[in-house]
């Protein structure tokens, strides 16, 4: 069975940093992706950034230069680094895994429970 597990979130001023971690327990096909959505108060769930499983990172314009992505196989785990936070960064973040994932969630088959992160003064 397949979990993923988020970690990381938090309470953090406009221009903090924060690393969120998704940790993946069990076994998913090779050729998943796997990335970060977050769904704002008030607005539907949006694609933050994913990796593909050849390790390619891909992002929404909304975060390019602000968030970084990274995979640790070692860990079984995917990082995603956010820095220069906005309070409309504020969310609850998810990390989620399936073919071609992309920005699209319905192509998740895996889903986590979700960090919430708050960008706030």
């Known amino acids: 069975q397949v979990q993923l597990v988020e970690s990381g979130g938090g309470l953090v001023q406009p221009g903090g940093s924060l690393r969120l971690s998704c940790v993946v327990s069990g076994s998913t096909p090779p050729y998943y992706a796997i990335g970060w959505f977050r769904r704002a108060p008030g607005k539907e769930r949006e694609g933050v950034s994913w990796i593909s499983s050849f390790d390619v990172p891909h992002y929404a314009d909304f975060v390019k230069g602000r968030f970084a992505i990274r995979r640790v196989n070692a860990k079984n785990t995917i990082y995603l680094q956010i820095n220069s936070l906005k309070p409309e960064d504020t969310g609850v973040y998810y990390c989620?895994?399936?073919?071609?994932?992309?920005?699209?969630?319905?192509?998740?088959?895996?889903w986590g429970q979700g960090t919430q992160v708050t960008v706030s003064s």
């Open positions: 989620a895994s399936g073919p071609g994932l992309g920005f699209e969630e319905n192509r998740a088959n895996y």
